[in-house]
């Protein structure tokens, strides 16, 4: 009897020791995928696990400027479960699943490269996981059939292609001929379909030169630099990104391939300050947005840069503005959720729920879900030539575009409002 009493007092009380916990652990698990190994994790993915290190650490100090100065998400404080991206699409899947199911994380935002996010995207609906795509490109996320659970706050790769051709425009308005050298997987393909199609929609008599389609991460672009200078191209529009892109700078530009061509750095951005010296003036640079240097000055961009910049002692590029927006629209998301849920933890359904459709002031100006069923982001975007002064890499005849002109309206495919003439109402 006294073994009975003593058994049900234990489990009593280990019930109580739980349930306080449970109550004590109100905290929210943040899943942060990005690449901390290999050629993406330099320029690419330090500098987004970096702006997610500031974020929350600023989050969970109350010490980010309104409306993101209420402490953690909602009042409950943010832990980061780091994840490195590096691997084939299966290992990223499986490392999604762990993420899930043994970390028990609450949402996730990550992933640099298409095709990892094309694979994760079908295991994040099965899970009911909320993920925010923090950089990844291609359109055929939300083009391809409708999502629950899955967000990109950021434009998708059209905007790059199109505000690039574009931007031409407004700088030549006669192009006869152009080439490109982009990675041969979805990132790279949905760049030049869209950039070829925008340019024979802006220039009806333009002819297409040459197009390079090395595999990802193959380092040695002779062959490709060959053909292109070759070929003779009044512009050449590459989609390149991270290593691929620098060893292609490095490569490219002492041949004198910058000499007789417009080239096109879509993502150039990233390598802007790191390959300062080895960048010709004149060389078209985009930054995926009105991100980095293209970012709009306002008082929040503002305290982006001086924070980023006094911890890691360079400024965001970005990926770090990606990301960054990212978590803001996580935040923003996340408590109005929790507000329409009486102030309690709120479920998968009722954060994808408040997320949808959402508008926010982010680093990198005004953003709004409203394509893909109010999942997929669209912003401005801008472009502008590279100039040193005193020595110093800066932009020069920088263009914006407003998301009406660079991204297709909801519930038109990109190929297909590219090939209507890109209409704006």
Not at 293 to 307: C, G, I, S
Request: overall charge positive.
């Amino acid at each position: 009897m006294k073994f009975k009493m003593a058994l049900v007092a234990g489990l009593i009380s280990g019930m109580a020791v739980s349930a306080v916990h449970a109550q004590a652990d109100n905290s929210v698990n943040v899943g942060i995928v990005t690449f901390l190994s290999g050629p993406a994790a330099s320029p690419f993915g330090v500098p987004a696990r970096n702006a997610a290190e500031l974020l929350i650490s600023e989050f969970n100090a109350g010490t980010a400027p309104a409306p993101y100065n209420k402490k953690g998400f909602g009042g409950s404080p943010l832990k980061m479960t780091l994840i490195d991206e590096a691997g084939n699409s299966t290992a990223v899947v499986t490392e999604f699943r762990n993420l899930v199911q043994r970390d028990k994380v609450d949402l996730i935002v990550g992933y640099i490269s298409s095709g990892n996010c094309l694979a994760i995207t079908p295991v994040a609906e099965e899970l009911k996981t909320v993920t925010f795509l923090f950089d990844c490109g291609t359109p055929r996320i939300f083009e391809d059939g409708k999502k629950d659970f899955v967000f990109r706050a950021v434009n998708h790769a059209t905007a790059d292609s199109v505000g690039a051709a574009r931007y031409l425009k407004a700088q030549k308005p006669s192009i006869k001929n152009f080439g490109g050298i982009n990675q041969n997987y979805a990132w790279g393909q949905d760049s030049w379909n869209d950039f070829s199609a925008a340019m024979k929609v802006l220039y009806p008599n333009v002819q297409i030169t040459t197009s390079q389609m090395p595999k990802l991460f193959a380092g040695q672009y002779s062959a490709e630099i060959s053909a292109l200078m070759a070929s003779k191209s009044e512009v050449v529009h590459t989609s390149f990104w991270g290593g691929d892109m620098e060893a292609f700078i490095l490569q490219s530009v002492p041949r004198g391939l910058y000499k007789n061509s417009d080239v096109v750095l879509v993502a150039g951005e990233t390598a802007m300050f790191r390959l300062a010296d080895r960048i010709p003036d004149g060389t078209i640079i985009g930054a995926r947005g009105p991100y980095g240097v293209l970012a709009p000055d306002t008082p929040l961009n503002r305290w982006f840069q001086e924070k980023f910049t006094a911890k890691y002692n360079v400024p965001p590029n970005y990926t770090a503005y990606q990301m960054a927006n990212s978590l803001l629209a996580a935040k923003l998301g996340y408590e109005k959720a929790m507000a329409a849920n009486g102030g309690k933890k709120p479920t998968s359904d009722q954060i994808a729920a408040a997320t949808r459709g959402l508008e926010y002031e982010g680093f990198g100006g005004k953003h709004k879900f409203s394509l893909g069923n109010g999942h997929q982001a669209v912003s401005e975007i801008a472009y502008g030539r590279a100039k040193k002064v005193d020595g110093k890499m800066t932009l020069v005849d920088v263009v914006r575009f407003p998301a009406e002109q660079v991204m297709p309206p909801e519930g038109v495919k990109s190929a297909d409002w590219i090939a209507g003439g890109m209409k704006t109402k």
